[in-house]
Antibody, heavy 117, light 110 residues
């Protein structure tokens, strides 16, 4: 069974940093493109970042480019999102997603990031 | 202005057919596949339709997707109470070099 479990969400001050993790089980993340998608409270879905099979290609949404970095650790079968220079508008639930056919086929339960002073 | 526009709400009585539209442009729907997702309250989204009109296993055939030009739509036939949820379209946008989600449509079963 495919499982994605996000962690690392927290309350952080504007300008601060946070690293989100997504532990995968039931499949090998190195065999799939992976994504981060976020959802601000009461708002719609927003794609954030993606990474290819071997981690050599990453793409980020314009709103986070230069501040967020997606990466993967194959031995740990874990996906990461390093978030720097956080802003109030980054407050959201962050979902880890596996790309199979969809492109967003399998989703984790999400982890909440709150940026506030 | 949103890149992909959906009606904010749609409704119907049990058994009726509801259609949700997703309007885009030549840089997104006009050149790539559209997917559709359902999000129940408090839950993660679920894939309903991929590659414009393909259903993953487990998704009933009363849900169908279509695309024409720069617009796409999701149809729900035989509406049920469990269909009450938010629905989103998504597609790759060549101009933005990223995926864009629609504005979302809340479906209410009357």
């Amino acid at each position: 069974e495919v499982q994605l479990v996000e962690s690392g969400g927290d309350l952080v001050q504007p300008g601060g940093s946070l690293r989100l993790s997504c532990a995968a089980s039931g499949f090998t993340i190195g065999n799939y493109w992976m994504h981060w998608v976020r959802q601000a409270p009461g708002k719609g879905l927003v794609w954030v970042s993606r990474i290819n099979l071997d981690g050599s290609v990453t793409t980020h949404a314009g709103s986070v480019k230069g501040r967020f970095t997606i990466s993967r650790d194959k031995p740990r079968n874990t996906l990461y999102l390093q978030m720097n220079s956080l802003r109030a508008e980054d407050t959201a639930v962050y979902f880890c997603v596996r790309d199979f056919t969809g492109p967003f086929d399998d989703w984790g339960q999400g982890t909440l990031v709150t940026v506030s002073s | 202005q949103a890149v992909l526009t959906q009606p904010p709400s749609a409704s119907g009585t049990p058994g009726q057919r509801v259609t949700i539209s997703c309007s885009g442009s030549d840089s997104n729907i006009g050149r790539d596949y559209v997917s559709w997702y359902q999000q129940l309250p408090g839950a993660a989204p679920k894939l309903l339709i991929y590659k414009n009109n393909q259903r993953p296993s487990g998704v009933p055939d009363r849900l169908s997707g279509s695309k024409s030009g720069t617009s796409a739509s999701l149809a729900i036939s035989g509406l049920r109470s469990e269909d009450e949820a938010d629905y989103y379209c998504v597609v790759w946008d060549d101009r933005l070099s990223g995926y864009v989600f629609g504005t979302g449509t809340k479906v209410t079963v009357l």
